[in-house]
Each structure stands twice: as C-alpha cells, then as structure tokens.
C-alpha cells in the first residue's frame, strides 16, 4: 500500500529547459511535502518543502506546486543545469503518522 | 553538513551472521532513524527513535532492532542477516519530524 509514488523512474531533459518531476500521494491528512536531491555514494539532501495550506513555494530555480485536489506534488527546475543531475525523492509528513514517507524516486539526467 | 557520520560505509558478510550498523551524530538532535533504500522502493523507514532508549518500529522493521543508549548513538542490528537485507542503510536525525539529515550511507551485501 504505497502512499506516495513517483510513477517516472527516469526523466531526461537538455540543460537551460525546465524539468518537471510529479509525485502523488492517496492520504489528505498529509500536513507537508518534501523534496530530497541525492546524488550517487552520497545520502539524501533536503531540497524545498511546502506545506498543505500553500499551493506554490519557490527557491531559486526550485519551485515546487502542490494540488491538494488532485493529491498531486511537483518539482520544477528552470533552468536545468548538469549539476541537478541527480535522484529525487519526494516525501510527504503527516502529523497524525509522525513519520516521513519517501516515494520510489525518479531519476534526472540533464544533458549539456 | 549536519554532522552525521555512518560506519562502516561498506560491509560484506555470509547469511546467518549478526551484523550492527553505527550512527553517530554530534548535533544533540533528538530524533533519529534508519532506512533502507533499494531499486523500486525507495527510502523506506526500518526503525526510529525520538529519545535515549526511546525507539519505534517503522514500515520495515521485522529482522531488525536497535538500541540508543545516548543521544549521539543509534545502532541497528540484523541479528542473522539475509540476502533480503541486502541494500544501502541511511541513518537521518532531526530536531522536527518533517525536516531530517541524512548520512553518507552504508552499502551492505549479504552473500
């Protein structure tokens, strides 16, 4: 029983175009979302987050949407550059759980 | 860096035999927890702890305990480790429950 899923294992886009990652969660208790950026041999780092009374929140060229409707979270990178090539993990926080859980990842490669 | 160190970074050993994973933290966080993370699944949540001989199970935890006996301290233990338990165990501590600092990762291979 997932509750958060990353249904694109892979995306590959060109450097300076926009990258967008998704993420969909069944659960409209969750409280806040995550993105985590990890890059091989290395742990997971925290990207950005949002809480569930926002819908847009921006961090340089991180922005990430939330369509609580839709139960629906994602990432957007513009421009997207070499080094963002990485795995990223989004996880949502309940605070009636008390505990992060991850989606399956997806992979980015932007290409020079 | 949110000074967490994981050891070993890297470990082989044969089925049956116990093995126990350190992390330490110098940061006074009082949250701690384990994961593992493998192809398909992501990070999955093992074990946490939320206090000096506080620890609770998470999604994952049969074939697996730990203990933290001090704050900076959180072991995990696979007391007769399988070949399922092959993958890489990240340790992440936190002051919050929804902000937390990984570690470096330990790569473990069970033959």
């Known amino acids: 029983d997932q509750q958060v899923k990353q249904n694109s294992p892979s995306l590959s886009v060109q450097e300076g175009r926009i990258s967008i990652l998704n993420c969909d969660y069944t659960?409209?208790?969750?409280?806040?979302f995550l993105w985590y950026k990890k890059y091989p041999a290395e742990g997971p780092t925290f990207l950005i987050s949002i809480s569930s009374i926002k819908d847009k929140n921006e961090d340089g060229r991180f922005t990430v949407f939330l369509n609580k409707s839709a139960k629906h979270l994602s990432l957007h990178i513009v421009p997207s550059q070499p080094g963002d090539s990485a795995v990223y993990f989004c996880?949502?926080?309940?605070?009636?759980?008390?505990?992060?859980?991850f989606g399956q990842g997806t992979i980015l490669t932007v290409h020079p | 860096d949110a000074g967490i160190t994981q050891s070993p970074r890297h470990k082989v050993t044969e089925t049956g035999t116990p093995v126990t994973l350190r992390c330490h933290q110098t940061?006074?966080?009082?949250?701690m927890y384990w994961y593992r993370q493998d192809p398909g699944h992501g990070l999955r949540l093992i074990h946490y702890s939320y206090g000096v001989k506080d620890t609770d199970k998470g999604e994952v935890s049969d074939g697996y305990s730990v203990s933290r006996s001090k704050t900076e301290d959180f072991l995990l233990t696979l007391e007769s480790a399988t070949s399922s338990q092959t993958s890489v165990y990240f340790c992440a501590i936190g002051d919050v429950k929804d902000t937390q600092y990984f570690g470096p990762g330990t790569r473990l291979t069970v033959l």
């Open positions: 940061e006074n966080h009082r949250y």
């Open positions: 659960n409209s208790m969750f409280d806040y």
């Open positions: 996880a949502v926080y309940g605070t009636s759980y008390g505990k992060l859980t």
